[in-house]
T-cell receptor
Framework: DTGVSQNPRHKITKRGQNVTFRCDPISEHNRLYWYRQTLGQGPEFLTYFQNEAQLEKSRLLSDRFSAERPKGSFSTLEIQRTEQGDSAMYLC????????????FGSGTQLSVL | GESVGLHLPTLSVQEGDNSIINCAYSNSASDYFIWYKQESGKGPQFIIDIRSNMDKRQGQRVTVLLNKTVKHLSLQIAATQPGDSAVYFCAENGRGGSNYKLTFGKGTLLTVNP
């Protein structure tokens, strides 16, 4: 499978714990995005990288959230001191920057904070 | 604020019928629009896109129509099949140039009855 890969698919944690998700983009894609989706809603932009540089962060991304893409390939999204309101599907997408840029999404990590 | 919205939250059709899913947008700066299909437990899957310099674009069994005058976007699915059952989202880029930072609508649930 050469699509966007996300791990784990599901994560259940207790409030206050830290969690980390991983995203492996399509190999030739230089842009990587994190979105969050709650039940019944469309995905909301969180942040994106071009190569290893994090170029924009949404106001939705509180100080408890941090994303990295150290070598311009895979990315991690960490949530510290999780809260019940963090429960959502965390989606990763990747694209090849250019005029005909298209975002391709992974299957997401479903986070449940108890 | 600027947003992308959908006229109908649910749509039920008979197998073989044509489906039309509508979307209204309010950001006049948007110049790129995309339709995504999301099946349960999966990430959004790219269906078709259109730029603001076009008013119609066709794919395999799908057609996207863009009416910039009334800021309206629609997705037509011909000969709808049970496998088309999913939530459909329209998304727009909200700005000229690069297509990152998509803004998604709430979604329409399409149910295809056999």
């Amino acid at each position: 499978d050469t699509g966007v890969s996300q791990n784990p698919r599901h994560k259940i944690t207790k409030r206050g714990q830290n969690v980390t998700f991983r995203c492996d983009p399509i190999s030739e894609h230089n842009r990587l995005y994190w979105y969050r989706q709650t039940l019944g809603q469309g995905p909301e932009f969180l942040t994106y990288f071009q190569n290893e540089a994090q170029l924009e962060k949404s106001r939705l991304l509180s100080d408890r959230f941090s994303a990295e893409r150290p070598k311009g390939s895979f990315s991690t999204l960490e949530i510290q001191r999780t809260e019940q309101g963090d429960s959502a599907m965390y989606l990763c997408a990747s694209s090849l920057y250019g005029v005909h840029e298209k975002l391709f999404f992974g299957s997401g990590t479903q986070l449940s904070v108890l | 604020g600027e947003s992308v919205g959908l006229h109908l939250p649910t749509l039920s059709v008979q197998e073989g019928d044509n489906s039309i899913i509508n979307c209204a947008y309010s950001n006049s700066a948007s110049d790129y629009f995309i339709w995504y299909k999301q099946e349960s437990g999966k990430g959004p899957q790219f269906i078709i896109d259109i730029r603001s310099n076009m008013d119609k674009r066709q794919g395999q069994r799908v057609t996207v129509l863009l009416n910039k005058t009334v800021k309206h976007l629609s997705l037509q699915i011909a000969a709808t099949q049970p496998g088309d059952s999913a939530v459909y989202f329209c998304a727009e880029n909200g700005r000229g140039g690069s297509n990152y930072k998509l803004t998604f609508g709430k979604g329409t649930l399409l149910t295809v009855n056999p």
